[in-house]
């Protein structure tokens, strides 16, 4: 299935897999808001122009992984905005030089057991 464009008609459910299996930026833009069409294309430009200079593809698949990723999280507008205030609050936190609640301390360890358990499959 591939990305049709993004449509308050669809489920957030649609639009990732919709995304599941073409991440395209052809696909990756019509998921998107239409408000986020001008910047996509302009840096979509950006990143292909970088790729012609320098006969390096990462640019556009930097580009490419985190458009995906955004379109992602924006399929569900709610949970998007969800997703934004608890940055916005563990930021507050962090700005008093408070950990935020059920944060977690992250450190080697924590580094080393979620690279095991990603290499497990968990």
């Known amino acids: ?3 049709q464009p993004h449509d308050t008609r669809r489920t957030p459910e649609q639009v990732r897999a919709s995304l ?3 991440r395209s930026p052809k696909a990756i833009r019509a998921a998107l808001p239409a408000e986020d069409h001008a910047l996509f294309d302009r840096e979509y430009r950006t990143a292909l122009d970088q790729a012609k200079v320098s006969y390096d ?4 698949q930097e580009f ?5 990723m955004t379109a992602v999280l ?5 949970e998007y905005a969800e ?3 608890a940055g916005e609050r563990a930021a507050e936190y962090y700005e008093r030089g ?11 360890a924590v580094d080393r057991q979620t ?4 290499k497990r499959g968990q």
Do not use: F, N
Request: proline share 11%; aromatic share 8%.
């Open 1 to 3: 299935m591939s990305a």
């Open 74 to 78: 924006k399929a569900d507008p709610d």
């Open 115 to 118: 690279r095991e358990r990603i």
């Open 64 to 68: 490419q992984t985190r458009w995906w």
């Open 83 to 85: 997703t934004l205030q």
């Open 57 to 60: 593809l990462a640019p556009v």
């Open 98 to 108: 408070e950990r935020p609640p059920g944060a977690t301390r992250w450190d080697d």
């Open 20 to 22: 599941k299996d073409d």
